[in-house]
Every structure is written in C-alpha cells, then in structure tokens.
C-alpha cells in the first residue's frame, strides 16, 4: 500500500512554496532596484523634483536663458555702478565739440549740446533699469494680491474688481501718460513708476485670477479646506506657490515693455525729464539731428533694443520652463 502523506507534510509544502514565491519577488524586486539604466529621478533611492527644480535645470540648459541673463547682469551691474566702465560726467557739456562724431576716449561721439554720447548711454541705464524693475514688482504686487482675493473667493467681489479691471483696460497708456503725467512737475522715475503701476495691474490680476481658480479646485486644497484649514493658510500655503508661475513668466516680459514705455514717454516729453539722464531724453533730443549726426540717436536706441529685447528673451525662457505642457 502506498504510503499516506501526512497533512502536516502537506502544510509544510504548501508554506514552503508560498515562502518561495515570496522570495522570489523579493529577488526580483533587488533586482530592479540594482539595475542600472533607468530613467533619472525613477529610482527609489532617489527623490522626486519639484516644478522649480524641474524649471532650473531647463534654464541652465537653455542658451536663450544664459545669453539674456548675462546681458541683464552686466545692465544692473553699471546701474548701480556706471562709473567702472565709464569715468566721465554725463552732465559735463562742451558745445564746441556739439555733434561731432568719434573721438579718442569718446567713442560714440557727442550730442547737440557737446555731452559724452557714451557717457550718457551709460547713465542712462539707471534710470531705465530703475523704471522697469520697480514698475514691475508694484504691478506684480498690486495685480497678484487683487486677482488672487477676486478668483478664491469670487461672488460680488469678483464681479467688482472684474468690472474694475476692465475700465482699466479701456485706457490708452501712451495717452493715460500723456494726461496724468503732463501735470507732474518732478523729475524723479516715481511718478512714472506709479503710473506704470496703476494702469499696469489689471493684466496680471486677470492672469493671476484664472491661475487661483485653477489651483483652488485641486484636490489637496479640497482635503486642506476639509480639514478646517483658514482662508489665510489655503491662500499661502496651498495656492499662492502653485499659481505664482504664471504671473513671473508674464511679470518678466512686461519689464521689458515698461522699459519701453519709459523711454516713449521720456521721449514725448511726459515722463522723465531732465537733468535725469534717460535714453528716452536722449532719443527726444536727437531726433531732429539725425541726418546730420546719426550717432546722437543709434547708441541710445542700441542700448534701449537691447535691453528690451534681453528682458523679452528671459521671460520667453522662463515660460518655457515652467510650462508644464512643454514636458
């Protein structure tokens, strides 16, 4: 007769083909883990990247970001110290020497009144630089903190700062300059700083309105509101960092167009007047000279189109950074 096996022999195997099949995928799992190769950030010794991290990486690769960053470093760099590449007085005239062209030490020649053309291109980019920067972050500000409040928590004050928004953007700026800024006697950037800003915010309060309501239906905003989170902690825990992208990518092209904006109103007379030293002012008063000596107008309008067009390239570079489309 043959033999009867035992039911704790059958136990035995049973838990013995389990264990191996359990360390089984256990090896197999090793194996994974130890196999070289894989697609960078999916291992799991390695840490998951956030938008900026992602976003950072891109630029650093990016010539556009690199070119542009270093144009724009080298324009605040002489801002704040414009005596290192430049040693003379953009004040100091001689109008013996009115329109006439190159020189040794005055490359770039002289204006109509016998001024350094490149002394004063120097200088100017304070002025400019100062407009743009400041303009920007008082209408970043300004526009982020109106359309954040209008898209969280919508209902009447929504519909008013719509409306609000849209009287804004019904005004012609080179004309709203042109009046608001004509009754203003000083000559400092604040008054066109302050002009820029207050007709300047409506465009990044629509951007940063739809970027809230955006991130406000997320589903760990949700889970924060459930848990009793505050107003004040779901708007600057939760929303503020996911929705601020967009606002900076449109935040860094406008900087250029304000710097822009500087210089039309300089040169129509309304915005910064002299004796501040404007590439705008510049621009106006060499117009009327520009057959005779062309190079009173070429080196400011050069520097104006490059700074303009450096700050454009930064921000294009930084959109498609964080464009999460783009990946």
């Known amino acids: ?148 409040l209008a898209g969280f928590f919508g209902g009447a004050l929504d519909a008013v700062l719509s409306r609000l928004t849209d009287i804004f953007f019904g005004i012609p700026v080179v004309l709203g300059g042109l009046v608001l800024l004509s009754v203003v006697t000083s000559s400092t950037v604040w008054p066109v700083v302050g002009f820029m800003v207050l007709l300047g915010w409506p465009q990044i309060s629509r951007i940063a309105r739809g970027a809230v309501i955006t991130a406000k239906q997320n589903d760990y905003v949700q889970a924060a509101r459930a848990l009793g989170a505050s107003n004040t902690r779901m708007l600057l825990r939760h929303i503020a960092p996911n929705a601020v992208a967009p606002v900076i990518v449109v935040a860094t092209i406008a900087l250029g167009t304000y710097i822009a904006l500087e210089a039309t109103l300089s040169f129509l007379g309304v915005g910064l007047r002299p004796p501040t030293v404007s590439w705008g002012i510049d621009l106006s008063s060499a117009s009327p000279y520009i057959r005779n000596a062309p190079h009173m107008l070429l080196w400011p309008a050069g520097a104006l189109a490059v700074t303009v067009l450096a700050f454009i390239m930064l921000g294009d570079a930084v959109r498609d950074a964080l464009d999460p489309k783009l990946r």
């Not at 389990?18 to 697609?39: I, W």
């Not at 290192?84 to 030490?105: F, M, T, V, Y």
């Open 1 to 148: 007769m043959p033999e009867q096996q035992s039911p704790f022999e059958d136990s035995a195997v049973a838990a013995g083909g389990a264990g191996g099949a359990t360390n089984l995928a256990m090896s197999e799992g090793e194996t994974l883990e130890r196999t070289p190769g894989g697609p960078e950030g999916t291992g799991p010794s390695d840490k998951p990247r956030s938008l900026w991290s992602d976003a950072w990486r891109d630029l650093r690769r990016n010539p556009v970001f690199l070119v542009s960053a270093l144009v724009i470093l080298f324009l605040i760099v002489i801002s704040l110290w414009p005596s290192l590449i430049a040693s003379g007085n953009p004040l100091a005239c001689d109008l013996a020497k009115a329109q006439e062209g190159s020189q040794p030490g005055h490359p770039f020649g002289f204006n109509g009144q016998g001024c350094d053309v490149y002394t004063r291109t120097v200088y100017g980019a304070r002025a400019s630089v100062t407009v743009g920067v400041c303009a920007t972050l008082g209408v970043a500000l300004l526009g982020s903190v109106l359309g954040g």
